[in-house]
Structure formats: C-alpha cells, structure tokens
C-alpha cells in the first residue's frame, strides 16, 4: 500500500514540474517570472530545465514500477516448476 503511495505523489511532482516549466516556456513574460526572474531569457532556460526534470522524474517512476511487477513475478515463479 505505501508503494502506491509514492507512486501517486511522484507521478504528481513530475506533472507539476512539467506543467510549471511549460507555463514558463509559455508565459515568460508573466507577472511571475518578470517578479522572480530578470528577463525572459532566464525563464525560457528555466522552463526548459523543470520541463526536462518532469519527464526525468515521470521516466523513473515508470522504470521503477515496472521493476516491482518483474520483482512480484519472479518471487513466485518457484513454485510452478515444481509441478
């Protein structure tokens, strides 16, 4: 049950640094980015880092969930040799 836990909130931290670094690449001269950012240039870069960071962070949720369902397979797999 925490597994799914995790799974949730990291799939939810990576659709928000996704959606975050879109609206930057988007949007770069918002009232945001001009209060924490000096120019444009800075939020196009940043954009594009939380951007890649998100999929990053979606990429390892997907390989480590997939390593738990090969995990849950092969402990069992004993047992069907022995018939």
Excluded: T
């Amino acid at each position: 049950m925490p597994s799914r836990i995790f799974v949730l909130v990291n799939v939810l931290m990576a659709l928000s640094y996704s959606v975050i670094g879109a609206l930057l690449i988007l949007y770069p001269e918002s009232a945001f980015s001009q209060m924490m950012l000096p120019s444009p240039l800075y939020a196009y870069a940043l954009g594009a880092l939380l951007l890649l960071y998100g999929i990053f962070r979606a990429w390892r949720v997907y390989i480590k969930m997939n390593e738990e369902n090969d995990e849950g397979e092969d402990k069992y797999s004993h047992y069907e040799d022995k018939h």
